[in-house]
């Protein structure tokens, strides 16, 4: 896919020493096959840099980029609504910091293991280079399920995440940030407990309220974000989102925000999902549909079902977890923005995508997209953005809410949402440029693997070995 210009017996040795360490990373990470997965991707696109660089093997770069350079673990106690002692397990995970301080978001989902946050980290190093800004990478997080849960309970629970959490993060060392079950509720509750353990009102986390050192339009950076990368591939065609018919997975904060752009920018979203099920709006989610949907999700924090009872025209279609393809994907559309979770496309999706008239994807979740079916979208010519370049306006919109904290001031929504756009235009130019440079045009994959690669590893050659 990424052979470039080598010749057979170059791609041969680069692609042993690759096929060599990957082996490695299997062995000494059993068990952990999204990390093994999103380490697969990013290796794949880095045979020609390896031809190159041999400076990158001989520092041993790519052993020590899969290697976070720390791991914490912890208990989190605390008492539920019945006064019951529940437990549950949290994680940071400090990948990668040759570019500035760890920075990335904490998810709480029952499905959050090590090796989940190992793969959201690894990701975020390549992201958090392509934004231009100087973030690090990280991620963290637990199997804490905030669903279902009384505010007092999640409140109880963050007080005690963030007991342990505060030793090891801070302004300049490590910044978290939300992510799937962490938005400005749980943000709340985590920099009250900091604040009152370290008695500093610092720019710790991001996603922070308006009235206290939050940044305008951060709750909308990932989508609207997501949105402007759609545009500028679309723009490489000559074509614009008016009028295109898009599907969106999802229904919280990415989802809600990329269909606002979406009908900002004259497209019609047709879909939204959670957990248990999909809906389908023939007639287009319109502002009062997404209002709709802002209410139930955000306030009511109740199911995506109820949207078919109260816009009669809309299907609901339930999660059958035994069926091998989702429904969503399976829609006749222009355009596709999958915004939920990890590998949500697998090849049947992304062969039923293609059929069905798709020529855009562009992944606000991190992995949406299985290899096979990024393969799928590749050979077939998709304009197809991966999730660490088109997603990337959450952190880079975090890095700004950074650079606001410091400086003491606060920048109008205009001015966030211009630099929020130039930003995402350039990420998307860097990727179409390095896919040229290095013999794939078109290949935004590995346009993003090797771009966001190349500033970290000269970063961590600048700096010895540490
Ligand atoms: P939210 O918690 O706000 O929303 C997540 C949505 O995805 C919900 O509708 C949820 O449904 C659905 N979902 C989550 N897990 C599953 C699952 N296993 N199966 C089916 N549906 C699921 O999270 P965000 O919108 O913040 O995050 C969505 C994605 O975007 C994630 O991949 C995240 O890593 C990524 N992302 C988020 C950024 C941000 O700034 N928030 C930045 C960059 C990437 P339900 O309520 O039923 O669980």
Known sequence: MSAGTLTPSETRVSGDYIEQVMA????KNPAEPEFHQAVQEVFDSLRLVLQRHPEYREAKILERI?????????????????????????????????????KGG???????????????????????????????????GSDFDPKGKSDNEVMRFCQSF???L???????????????????REIGFLFGQYKRLRNEFTGVLTGKGLNWGGSLIRPEATGYGCVYFAAEMLKTRKETLEGKLCLVSGSGNVSQYTIEK????????????DSNGVICDPDGIDREKLAYILELKNVRRGRIRDYADKFKKAI?????????????????ADCAFPSATQNEINAKDAANLIKNGVKVVSEGANMPSTLEATKLFLENKILYGPAKAANAGGVATSGL?????????????AEVDDRLHKIMIAIHDNCFRTAEKYGTPGNLVNGANIGGFLKVADSMLDQGLV
């Not at 791991?71 to 106690?77: A, N």
């Not at 998810?107 to 690090?136: C, D, W, Y």
């Not at 809410?401 to 400086?407: F, P, R």
Request: no cysteine; glycine share 10%.
């Open 24 to 27: 490695q990373v299997k062995a």
């Open 66 to 102: 899969v290697e976070p350079e720390r791991l914490i673990m912890f208990r989190v106690p605390w008492f539920d609504d019945q006064g019951k002692i529940q437990v549950n397990r949290g994680f940071r995970i400090e990948m990668n910091s040759a570019i500035g301080p760890y």
């Open 106 to 140: 904490l998810r709480f989902h029952p499905s959050v293991t090590l090796g989940i946050l190992k793969f959201l980290a690894f990701e975020q190093v390549f992201k958090n280079s392509l934004t231009t800004l100087p973030m690090g990478g990280g991620k963290g």
């Open 162 to 164: 963030m007991t342990e």
């Open 166 to 184: 505060q030793r090891h993060i801070g302004p300049d060392t490590d910044v978290p940030a939300g992510d799937i079950g962490v938005g400005g």
């Open 262 to 273: 979406l009908l900002d920018l004259g497209a019609k979203p047709l879909t939204v999902s």
């Open 316 to 332: 609901f279609m339930a999660t059958d977890i035994k069926s091998d393809h989702n429904p969503l994907w399976n829609i006749k």
């Open 401 to 413: 809410e950074m650079a606001q904290n410091s400086a003491r001031l606060s920048w109008t929504r």
